[in-house]
């Protein structure tokens, strides 16, 4: 079979991913393979399909036991025999591995490193037909990545004493370029071909949030988030236990883990949250390692982290199954405090002024105003060049506020108390606390004494962190950080800088008009699918996205499939799938669908890129399905009006208007004039070359008002097909 007919044949997919194909036909045609991507990309299936390809077997070295079990078990579920051997398996249970392999059974063996060492092991793999050993989490190599793992050392050796050089195929979602030279160097790949697809994970929305109130907005955050499976992070064990006794006396459906929980009750709640019987999973940063849920649908955390490699490893749990996932960050000045602290308490051979840097740098992405996701990127070495349009600082209007006079009363605070003090003693001078600190140092008779009385501590709170972040007061100390003024600071009580402080208000409409236009998915549908779901990965012992991920009962429970060839079409689906579970899946559609009297929607999937289709239109028709942005160009060019074109799909304008900018950017014509004057024109041209692209409000104020943000947007895509940006 070919690689395509494999992938819809046993995984159910119709066409590969970014570099899937490419990677896939390297490993086939003999060439070693080095493979950096994101979590969530789909790196699996960039051996298994060449694994099934070859008449031989595939070894798959992988540290993490989870893992390996979590891979197989989804392996023969969809018809393909798989083992793993690792510490779990009992004596009788590795004899039959064993026995097995040798009789060729398997297509592919997951075995732990140190398994490589063993004699027995390599006496085996000499009579084995190898194809091709791959090496999953390969930057467990080298010393420079987070995860070293001695026994990594050793696959070079195990592969240079077989009697003949399989194919090597190494994959990675985290690499830095010394990382990246260790894989190459001690891995030994021969001239691999490498792919790097990127750090960006284009289904998860970020947000940043500063709640009054991180409780009240957790208990909002999760209302609506019913039903959905969620993680929140908090940077303690105290905190975690906490929230966790908040939230089960609310009737959430809540687990906890932690280093403090005991082996026995950790695991318990891991399998719970695993098998969807609890909804949340509040946790520090213990839990997740070798973790592949992949339907978590949100990622909140409850605290800021320390940096962010921690805060893009936990985010990045969400959304492992493509489908759209949320992370959230609740954002508070006291978190900086925690943080240092955590960081001071690390223990030697920590570089502190290492860890105070990225934990600046955290704390800047929190405050950022730019693009939540190029801010992300740009950390990990990206230069990315457009404004994502999906995270909460594009889609928010930020608002400013002068806060000035209050930045004066606070400076001019801090140094009446003589820069000696932190936050938490000048927020009650400035309060006028009666505590027996304030009387101690006689700070009821300041000027400043109760000078802010009339604001709660939490506001002040905020405006102090936001001067802090801003640069407006310096931290000195580590565990106990003071207050002090800095050379900004001076400027503000001489009234020569205003200070504005930024509150983003959500346009909710926004994201709701957004969500209006994409086929609805059939809640009630998706609940008894979701039952049966779990009724099934009960009865077989395996996780319920084993059975089917959260995209495929998405795309059931908006296409109604109701016959085997409809449901083959759903994305997920293999022929050994539909055997095991279609049928019920397919009788509880055809229920509803005939007791609702529901009117399905055409089902059409994406045109597969193998074949080049015959004309715009054509494609066009596939795919509008899909992708509405094309429906609304479709419209377009048949020469309806804008208003008209809102009005017939059930949209806003503003989104008709959002659409034809993403046919531009795929590169489709429209006229420009239609949005703005040629007058006009030069001008916008002038203020993007003069302001810049990372955000696009500051262009809006430097033109005349009736310019809109279609027209920048527009022109912004113009001047980047010429080159000039
Ligand atoms: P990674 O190992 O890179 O984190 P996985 O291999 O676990 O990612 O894949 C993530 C998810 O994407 C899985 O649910 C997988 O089935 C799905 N997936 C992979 N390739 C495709 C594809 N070509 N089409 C649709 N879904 C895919």
């Known amino acids: 079979m ?6 819809k044949e046993y995984f159910g997919y119709s066409s590969f991913r970014v570099g899937q194909a490419e990677i896939i036909e390297a490993l086939i045609s003999g060439q070693d393979v080095l493979g950096i991507m994101p979590t969530g990309a789909g790196k699996s299936i960039c051996y298994q399909v060449p694994a099934l390809c070859g008449s031989g077997v595939s070894l798959v070295v992988s540290p993490l036991i989870s893992l390996m079990k979590d891979q197989v078990d989804a392996l023969r579920e969809m018809g393909i025999e798989a083992a793993l051997i690792n510490s779990t398996l009992s004596t009788y249970a590795y004899n039959e591995v064993m026995e097995g392999a040798k009789a060729g059974r398997y297509k592919l063996i997951y075995v732990a490193p140190e398994r490589l060492e063993s004699y027995d092991f390599v006496s085996l793999c000499e009579q084995l037909p190898l194809d091709y050993v791959i090496i999953d989490e390969a930057h467990c190599v080298s010393q420079w990545g987070h995860d070293f793992r ?86 303690t064990r105290k905190s975690v236990d906490a929230l966790y006794e908040k939230l089960l006396s609310k009737g959430i459906r809540v687990v906890r883990y932690h280093a403090g929980l005991s082996e026995h009750e950790r695991g318990q709640n891991q399998e719970d949250f695993l098998f969807d019987k609890a909804q949340v999973m509040i946790a520090t940063n213990a839990f997740g390692m070798g973790i592949d849920k992949s339907n978590i649908r949100y990622v909140l955390h409850y605290n800021m982290p320390k940096n962010m490699e921690s805060y893009y490893q936990e985010a990045g749990r969400a959304g492992r199954d493509g489908v759209e996932s949320t992370c959230t960050l609740l954002y508070a000045s006291s978190d900086i405090m925690t943080n240092r602290l955590l960081i001071e308490n690390a223990g030697l051979g920590v570089d502190l002024s290492l860890e105070y840097e990225k934990l600046n740098q955290m704390v800047d992405y929190c405050n950022t105003e730019g693009c939540l996701r190029n801010a992300i990127l740009r950390y990990f070495g990206e230069q990315p060049t457009v404004l994502c349009d999906h995270c909460g600082n594009c889609n928010s209007e930020i608002a400013q506020q002068d806060i000035t006079i209050e930045a004066q009363k606070i400076l001019s605070c801090i140094k009446r108390m003589g820069e000696r003090f932190g936050m938490v003693l000048v927020i009650d001078v400035l309060k006028g606390g009666n505590t027996q600190k304030i009387r101690q140092f006689g700070f009821q008779t300041l000027s400043t004494y109760g000078l802010m009385r009339d604001y709660s501590k939490e506001v002040i709170k905020e405006m102090m962190s936001f001067l802090i972040a801003e640069k407006y007061i310096a931290l000195d100390g580590d565990k106990f950080p003071i207050l002090r003024l800095a050379p900004l600071s001076y400027e503000v009580l001489r009234g020569q800088q205003p200070v504005n402080m930024r509150i983003a208000l959500r346009i909710e409409d926004i994201a709701q008009a957004q969500d209006a236009e994409r086929l609805p998915l059939d809640m009630e549908l998706m609940s008894q699918l979701k039952q049966l779901r779990s009724k099934l990965a009960e009865d077989y012992h395996i996780p319920p996205f084993i059975v089917f991920s959260d995209a495929t009962l998405n795309e059931m429970s908006q296409y109604y499939p109701t016959t085997q060839e409809e449901m083959l079409q759903i994305s997920g689906i293999g022929g050994a799938k539909y055997e095991k579970y279609g049928k019920a899946f397919e009788i509880i559609i055809q229920n509803y669908v005939s007791e609702h009297q529901i009117e399905k929607p055409e089902l059409i999937k994406p045109v597969k890129k193998e074949k080049s289709s015959s004309t715009l239109g054509d494609t066009l028709k596939k795919e509008v399905k899909k992708d509405s942005h094309l429906a609304t160009y479709m419209m377009y060019q048949e020469g309806h009006a804008l208003e008209d074109i809102a009005k017939e799909r059930g949209l806003t304008r503003f989104t008709v208007e959002n659409h034809l900018v993403k046919c531009v950017e795929e590169g489709l014509d429209i006229d420009l004039y239609q949005f703005m004057t040629p007058e006009q024109e030069p001008l916008i041209e002038a203020a993007i070359m003069q302001v810049g692209i990372t955000l696009l409000k500051p262009i809006k104020e430097a033109l005349p008002e009736e310019v809109s943000y279609t027209a920048i947007k527009l022109m ?6 010429c080159n000039k940006i």
Request: proline residues 8%.
């Open 2 to 7: 070919k690689p395509i007919e494999i992938l």
């Open 150 to 235: 001695p026994s990594y050392r050793g696959v070079s050796r195990f592969i240079e004493s077989l009697p003949k050089r399989p194919v090597i195929g190494a994959f990675t979602a985290t690499a830095t370029p010394k990382v990246r030279e260790d894989m190459l160097s001690l891995l030994r790949l021969q001239n691999p071909y490498t792919l790097t697809t990127g750090f960006d994970r284009p289904n998860l929305y970020f947000e940043v949030e500063r709640p009054k109130h991180k409780l009240d907005a957790t208990l909002n955050y999760l209302k609506k988030h019913q039903e959905e499976s969620g993680i929140i992070y908090c940077s």
């Open 716 to 721: 912004i895509e113009k001047l980047k097909r």
